[in-house]
C-alpha cells in the first residue's frame, strides 16, 4: 500500500511535447529585438501574430495557421504605430480582432481580413490615446464583449470600452512603479498584478480598490509574473534574492505566506506562466530558455506537482499558447505552442499518449467558447458572467465573427452642445477623446463607403 502511494496518480504524468517538422514552421521572420518581456506572440484558432523588427515605427505580422514555410519579406504586415510594438492580443470573443500596444503610447485595435492580410494595413477601428508612457500590456476581458485593460509604463492601468473608444477605468495611484503584468480572474470580476516594487496586489477595478496585497512576494530584484487560477489562488513567478528562479502559489484570502514555494534553478530569464483552467496545468516559458517546464496544480498540498520539462537547443525569444478551442482533440493534444527564434516560430505540441481514438473526455472539460457572457455596458455596471463553455467533443467549428463596431459617443454633440458640457464638471473616467475611424451605428467595418474619419476636435 505505502509502495503505490510513492507514485502520484496523474493522466498527466507522461504528457510530452514534440516539435513540428520543419515544414510545419513559419520561416524566415525577423522577430522583434526590443527590450521587452512581453511574449511577442498571440495566437487564436485562426492566426498567429508575431512583433517583428520594423524601420520606422512599429509592426507585427499576422499569418493564417496554414500559411507555414518561408514567409515573403513583402510579406504585408499591421504597421500603424510610430514606436516599436510591445504587446499584442487577440480578443477572445472575435477572431479577427487583436489590440496592440506601442512605445508611441497608444492603444490600436484592429480587424483583421476573414482570410489574412492581402496587403499592410496602418489605419486601426480605433486608436486608443490615454496612457503618457509606453504601453507594455494589452489583455481583453475573459467574459465581456469589447472590454479591453491596458497598462503602460506611466504605472497606469486603464480599462476601455473598445464599441465606444472610450477609457472608462483609470487606476492611477495603486502602482508607485512600471507594472510587470496584470491578469484578470475566471470571471474578470478582479485582476492581479506584479509590480516592480515587488508586490502583488488584487484588485477590484470597478471599484477602484485593493482587495489585498502581499509585499515581497518573492525577493529577488528581476521582474515577477502573477496570474489567477480557475480556483481564485494566485501563482507568481521570480527570483529568491540568491537569483534562483521561483514559482509560488499563494491564497488571496490570506496572502501572509504561500501555500507553497518551488526553487527552480539559477537563470536569469524571466518565466511566462501559460495556464490552462480545464486541466489546471501551467508551463512555464522562461526568455532565453530552451526549455518549457509544466507543473500540475493541485488542491491537496504540496499543490505544485513537477510533470516534465520539454528541452530543445535552441533559446525562446517569445511564446504562444493556443486556446483550447484550437487544439486537434483526436490526437490528445493538451498544449500547442508557438515558440519564437530569433528567425523562426515553431510549433510545440503538448499530447497525453493513449491507445484509443475516441474523444478523451476526461482531458476535454468543456472549455471557454468564443460567445461573450455579456456586454461591455453590463460589465461596467456591476454585472458579472462566467465564462459560456463549449464542448470540442467534435472539434471546434468556428463560427461567423461579427465586425467589430465602434459608435464613437457625441462627437457631433460636443460641436452641438459646447456651451452645456463645459457647464457640466468634467467626468473623471471620460477619456481623453481617442482619435478613432467612427462608425455609424448600423454599418460594419468591411463596408467602408460608410466609415468616415472625424477629427474629435472639429
Known sequence: ??????????????????????????????????????????????????????????????????????????????????????????????????????????????????????????????VLEGHSKRVGIITWHPTARNVLLS??????????????????????????????????????????????????????????????????????????????????????????????????????????????????????GVLLPFYDPDTNVVYLCGKGDSSIRYFEITEEAPYVHFLNTFATKEPQRGMGYMPKR???????????????????CEPVVMTVPRKSDLFQDDLYPDTAGPDPALEAEDWFDGKNGEPILISLKNGYVPGKNRDLKVVKKNILDNKASKNTENSTPANKSASPAPSILAVSEHCSIGQTNCICELEAAG
Open 1 to 126: 500500500m505505502n509502495m503505490r502511494r510513492v507514485v502520484r496518480q496523474s493522466k498527466f504524468r507522461h504528457v510530452f511535447g514534440q516539435a513540428v517538422k520543419n515544414d510545419q514552421c513559419y520561416d524566415d521572420i525577423r522577430v522583434s529585438r526590443v527590450t521587452w518581456d512581453s511574449a511577442f506572440c498571440a495566437v487564436n484558432p485562426k492566426f498567429v501574430a508575431i512583433i517583428i523588427e520594423a524601420s520606422g515605427g512599429g509592426a507585427f505580422l499576422v499569418l493564417p495557421l496554414h500559411k507555414t514555410g518561408r514567409i515573403d519579406k513583402a510579406y504585408p504586415t499591421v504597421c500603424g504605430h510610430t514606436g516599436p510594438v510591445l504587446d499584442i492580443d487577440w480578443c477572445p470573443h472575435n477572431d479577427q480582432v487583436i489590440a496592440s500596444g506601442s512605445e508611441d503610447c497608444t492603444v490600436m485595435v484592429w480587424q483583421i481580413p476573414e482570410n489574412g492580410l492581402v496587403s499592410s494595413m496602418s489605419e486601426p477601428v480605433v
Open 151 to 268: 497598462a503602460g509604463c506611466d504605472n497606469q492601468i486603464i480599462i476601455w470600452n473598445v464599441g465606444t473608444g472610450e477609457a472608462m477605468i483609470t487606476l492611477e495611484d495603486m502602482h508607485p512603479d512600471v507594472i510587470y503584468n496584470v491578469c484578470w480572474n475566471r470571471n474578470g470580476s478582479l485582476i492581479c498584478t506584479a509590480c516592480k516594487d515587488k508586490s502583488v496586489r488584487v484588485i477590484d477595478p470597478r471599484k477602484e480598490t485593493l482587495i489585498s496585497e502581499r509585499e515581497k512576494a518573492h525577493e529577488g530584484a528581476r521582474p515577477m509574473r502573477a496570474i489567477f487560477l480557475s480556483d481564485g489562488n494566485i501563482l507568481t513567478t521570480g527570483f529568491s534574492r540568491m537569483s534562483e528562479r521561483q514559482l509560488a502559489l499563494w491564497n488571496t484570502a490570506n496572502m501572509e505566506e504561500p501555500m507553497t514555494v518551488n526553487e527552480m534553478d539559477t537563470s536569469n
Open 326 to 344: 484550437g487544439l486537434d482533440v483526436n490526437k490528445c493534444e493538451i498544449a500547442r505552442f508557438f515558440k519564437l527564434h530569433e528567425r523562426k
